[in-house]
């Protein structure tokens, strides 16, 4: 993904063509969960990088509550093998760093790719992998 795409679907129809089957052959499709703050999802011909966008996820990113003794990853395997639960948040396109204090809206410089060959080696985007922090960047082209 580089630099603009485009999403132009709303909310329903986004949430409707995630829809799948679960192991139990149950049609389900993601809710949508509105964006924390005051920033929203706009269907755009030109999205760019720190809008925010369409991206799917576990629902267990959202537990208040996760044993402590499970790591996220740990959860989210064990979560999808029951069934899978995901959720449709809009996010702000931009990787921010983890040693970034402060407002994630005043980064400096936007991390918006990644090159597969050396995502796991780079701490940047490594570290976040490992703790099972992804999602799905909806995109329509």
Request: net charge positive; proline share 8%; with cysteine.
């Amino acid at each position: 993904m580089c630099c603009f795409f485009h999403s132009t679907l709303a909310p329903d129809d986004i949430c409707h063509a995630c829809g799948h089957m679960t192991q139990n052959g149950q049609w389900t499709q993601p809710a949508w969960k509105p964006p924390t703050g005051s920033k929203q999802y706009k269907p755009s011909y030109n999205i760019g990088p720190t809008c925010y966008l369409p991206v799917m996820l576990s629902k267990t990113h959202f537990q208040e509550n996760l044993d402590k003794s499970q790591t996220n990853v740990e959860t989210a395997k064990s979560s999808q093998s029951d069934s899978c639960e995901w959720i449709i948040q809009p996010m702000r396109w931009g990787l921010v760093p983890s040693w970034h204090t402060g407002d994630p809206s005043k980064v400096g410089y936007n991390m918006i790719n990644a090159r597969s060959d050396t995502v796991l080696n780079k701490k940047t985007f490594s570290a976040p992998l490992k703790k099972g922090q992804r999602c799905v960047v909806l995109a329509e082209g």
